[in-house]
């Protein structure tokens, strides 16, 4: 899996979430099993949809970092990130929603957050493996 696939999908799931948020906030709210949403909550629910917007646009940008360290520490971070993330998503689900899609957005949460991990690595292991498979697979030097 590689930073690329992983934050295109990110991308994509949060401009379905921003989407729902901007265009229906009160489904999306009542998918949390929160029913009659004050405004100020319809309020929360469209400004999340907004900072989604622009998370999706730095996701998607974010396949284009050329190869090398600064693709690993980007992952890394990235992967904590989504796995506090589910964590408090976590949190919420089992002391508020109790619902379906709840433990959802948890499950997509904490797969984001194994998908950029494993894409760190992805993106570590050529690095520390080139020289050893670069002298492994040229052949001998002809005798002189």
Known sequence: MTLRRVARTHAILLLVLCAGCLVAPMPMLSWLRIS???????????LAGGVSTVLAAACWG???????????RTSLWLA???????ALLLLQE??????AAGAALVAISAALA???LTAAVNARRPIEAIPD????SQPAAPPA
């Open 36 to 46: 009659a949403p004050s405004f100020a909550a319809l309020a929360l629910a469209r």
């Open 62 to 72: 974010l396949g284009d970092i050329p190869a090398g360290p600064a693709v690993v």
């Open 80 to 86: 904590v990130a989504q796995a506090l993330l589910a």
């Open 94 to 99: 089992i002391a508020i929603w109790g619902s």
């Open 114 to 116: 194994l998908g950029y």
């Open 133 to 136: 498979v670069l002298r492994e």
